[in-house]
């Protein structure tokens, strides 16, 4: 039987669409970003590249006030702080709460897994990191004190850099030890709430609520070297360099936006990085790490066009 010119180009189109869909379904699209919601306690995901909305990634189990959201490397998991009831680590395939991290403490604002196989949180109600068992969840000892942690990463150094809204700068710490090693002093005034390197020269990148600003540090000598604003900014929270082309986005919890900067001249390159904006209060960012075992992802036409139009 032969087909109809019509019919010939419908199959053909059929025939390309599902094999697109086939590709994308085959693999988790490390890149992807990920933007917590203190409001709607939502996880929402976005296309890394465009900004486009993908999907609802996760809803926290009460609404407990998300806050920093941060990916191991290779074990496919995510931990995701919240202003009480715990730290929730979920599976990154599908979202599955696997378990909750103090869920009876305080305000916990960030996790991070940590180069000694454990899970740090930064702890509010008892001003210090803490170190957890990753497999059971249980408390394992005080990594170091500091006044009013919030969100944390370990820079390129393998330390631990703490953002003390106490201290109103970013305290610095042996990435195992929690020995004090540093600490780089922001504006008098400042809330510190998270902190970014810059993935070339390690410059050390700060955002500050009270202040309003973002600013930047030399790797070296901790010296500002830089400042950087966005449009209609009243809230800066989370930041984070893109692994697609490298500038620099920020949460801002008043706008409801993330904004976007380049790395070089910290000029704003567009105020407006989430499509649709997600019409609540957002705070922090993180993009999905293309290391470790690929979990599947599934997919719809519409990511289809998105990734391939």
Request: proline share 6%.
């Amino acid at each position: 039987m032969r087909l109809s010119t019509a019919a010939s180009t419908f199959l053909l189109r059929t025939v390309v669409a599902l094999s697109l869909l086939a590709a994308v379904a085959a693999f988790a699209a490390p890149g992807d970003l990920y933007v917590t919601s203190d409001a709607s306690n939502k996880v929402r995901r976005y296309h890394g590249t465009f900004g486009n909305f993908l999907s609802v990634f996760s809803i926290s189990g009460t609404p407990n006030g998300q806050m920093a959201i941060h990916f191991g490397a290779t074990n496919n998991r995510v931990l995701i702080g919240h202003n009480a009831f715990g730290v929730e680590e979920r599976d990154v395939a599908t979202g599955a709460l696997i378990k909750v991290y103090n869920p009876t403490g305080g305000w916990q604002w960030a996790g991070l897994y940590a180069p000694t196989g454990e899970v740090y949180i930064g702890d509010m109600l008892t001003n210090d990191v803490r170190a957890y068992d990753a497999n059971t969840g249980a408390f394992i000892r005080v990594v170091c004190s500091v006044g009013m942690p919030a969100d944390m990463d370990f820079g390129p150094d393998g330390n631990l850099y703490v953002c003390s809204w106490l201290t109103s700068n970013v305290e610095i710490f042996h990435g195992v030890t929690g020995a004090p090693l540093g600490t780089i002093v922001l504006p008098v005034g400042a809330l510190p709430n998270d902190v970014a390197f810059h993935p070339i020269t390690g410059d050390i990148h700060v955002t500050s609520m009270n202040t309003n600003m973002g600013y930047r540090f030399d790797w070296t000598s901790h010296l500002m070297n830089g400042v950087f604003v966005g449009t209609g900014w009243a809230r800066p929270h989370g930041i984070a360099f893109s692994p697609v082309n490298g500038r620099i986005l920020v949460v801002d919890g008043v706008t409801g936006q993330v904004h976007e900067f380049s790395p070089n001249t910290l000029l704003e390159t567009n105020p407006a990085f989430l499509v649709p904006a997600p019409g609540d209060k957002i705070v922090d960012l993180a993009f999905q790490p293309a290391g470790g075992p690929v979990p599947t992802t599934n997919s719809t036409w519409g990511r289809v066009k998105t990734l391939y139009r």
